[in-house]
């Protein structure tokens, strides 16, 4: 059964620094998904990852997968405050369509 | 397009009462989820469906039913509401084929049950 691990759980940093979200999961996923949700609102898609060594960037935010290490990571680069937010990833053990999330990480960018 | 809605926004329920939380997609989607995010916590998909007529369970199915007799409609019914049910709901579509990944999430129905 695939169980999905982020860490940390709560980020408080600066703006203008760099930080790292890490998103472990147990068992094969070759599909890792991440989202943004704002306090009070729906969930938005940011990055779909469909492979190993699958790199996409977006503005500040640029997602990786390593299905070999079971990781995938959401690095910020320069963060803004506009970028505060709980950011969730998700994987789907293949072709079942039930998709597991990770308990999320309330970023918290500080001006 | 009006995207995913979902109706209600707010409900109140007593224990033991029942409802349907309605959701609709004119995106013409095939895929529809239904989630539910309990304070603090990720998502956990109670069903979902990968076409009209065809629905199947999720991680926590039980004491839920959903049924899709349309490709634009995906209800999902509460039997005998217990407290524990108390959370918000989100249903979700995605596209057929290479987009299919790609997930869309209604606004919510934060549902409470005294």
């Known amino acids: 059964e695939l169980k999905v691990e982020q860490n940390p759980l709560f980020l408080s940093m600066q703006e203008g620094k760099n930080y790292t979200i890490y998103c472990n999961y147990s068992?094969?996923?070759?599909?890792l998904y991440w989202y943004r949700q704002d306090p009070g609102k729906s969930l938005e898609s940011l990055f779909v990852?469909?492979?190993?060594?699958a790199v996409k960037q977006e503005g500040r935010l640029m997602a990786s997968l390593d299905t070999k290490a079971r990781l995938s990571t959401l690095h910020i680069t320069a963060a803004v405050h506009d970028l505060s937010a709980t950011y969730f990833c998700?994987?789907?053990?293949?072709?079942?369509?039930?998709?597991?999330f990770g308990t999320g990480t309330r970023l918290k960018v500080l001006a | 397009n009006a995207g995913v809605t979902q109706t209600p926004k707010f409900r109140i329920l007593k224990i033991g009462q029942s409802m349907t939380l309605q959701c609709a997609q004119d995106?013409?989607?095939?895929?529809m989820y239904w989630y539910r995010q309990d304070p603090g916590m990720g998502l956990k998909l109670i069903y979902y469906?990968?076409?009209?007529?065809?629905?199947d369970k999720g991680e926590v199915p039980n004491g839920y039913n959903v049924s899709r007799s349309t490709t634009e409609d995906f209800p999902l019914r509460l039997e005998l509401a217990a407290p524990s049910q108390t959370s918000v709901y989100f249903c979700?579509?995605?596209?057929?084929?290479?987009?299919?990944?790609?997930?869309?999430f209604g606004p919510g129905t934060r549902l409470t049950v005294l």
């Open positions: 979700a579509s995605s596209p057929p084929g290479a987009l299919r990944d790609t997930q869309y």
């Open positions: 068992t094969t996923s070759d599909r």
């Open positions: 990852l469909l492979s190993n060594g």
């Open positions: 998700a994987g789907d053990t293949s072709g079942t369509y039930k998709y597991i």
């Open positions: 995106m013409n989607h095939n895929y």
């Open positions: 469906s990968v076409g009209a007529g065809i629905t």
